[in-house]
């Protein structure tokens, strides 16, 4: 006798409900919302990173001028230009900003490096990335000025009264009970004849950027902090 064959009974799926659908956006959310923030700070590790590997590298570049010229890769009339604790900084009471200095040691010919006069030799101490935009991005911009990975400039100051203690125009008046020292001496304790209340790094290059806020201090409103920014000698 033939035996009649019975269809086979597949298991119906039916579609997500709204509920289900809501309960894994709502994992999605939570997920994203831990992960977000975990991979900024791991982008602001590194551009920090980033950041103090150019310091270096500038710092060894105004080394080198140093060790070949016996003079800092200052502008003509870095003397009229001294900051607060005697010495140089660039961009700050009245002096130019970093784009003299990096003329001078990219051995451009411009305002500030007429004819080659502060390098003579025409030595490129340093070749910095060139970003190809004017000014607050990363790298070296259009203007001639250098600036960290987040778009600050570095500001950079030089030992220029060869005291042994190099002095910043920022960083010298310091109230150390709202922190920022980091490292920084009195100046006193290098010079006898100055005031308690100075402070220098005790060394002849400092070098340093707004960090990742882009501002002096760590958020508004915290009079005198200066917790995020970078610094090349911390």
Not at 37 to 49: D, E
Not at 94 to 108: D, F, K, R, V
Not at 138 to 165: A, V
Request: contains cysteine.
């Amino acid at each position: 006798m033939k035996r009649t064959q019975e269809p086979t009974i597949r298991p119906q799926h039916g579609a997500f409900t709204l509920v289900e659908m809501l309960v894994v956006i709502a994992i999605i959310a939570i997920l994203a919302g831990i992960l977000v923030p975990v991979v900024g700070r791991a982008k602001t590790k590194a551009k920090v990173a980033a950041a103090r590997v150019e310091m270096a590298g500038l710092e060894l570049a105004i080394k080198s001028y140093h060790n070949d010229y016996s003079r800092w890769p200052l502008p003509k009339g870095a003397a009229s230009w001294t900051n607060d604790g005697g010495d140089f900084t660039y961009g700050s009471k009245g002096a130019p900003g970093n784009e003299a200095l990096m003329q001078i040691l990219m051995a451009e010919a411009g305002n500030h490096n007429t004819g080659h006069e502060r390098n003579p030799k025409k030595n490129k101490y340093i070749d910095p990335k060139d970003s190809g935009e004017t000014n607050d991005l990363p790298g070296f911009s259009t203007t001639g000025r250098y600036h960290d990975p987040f778009g600050n400039e570095y500001i950079i100051s030089l030992d220029l009264d060869s005291d042994g203690g190099c002095a910043d125009q920022d960083y010298y008046n310091l109230d150390p009970d709202k922190g920022g020292l980091f490292g920084l001496v009195k100046h006193k304790d290098i010079n006898d004849d100055k005031p308690d209340n100075r402070y220098v790094y005790k060394g002849e290059v400092m070098i340093w950027s707004f960090g990742p806020d882009k501002t002096k201090r760590k958020k508004p409103g915290e009079s005198g902090s200066k917790t995020d920014n970078i610094l090349s000698w911390r």
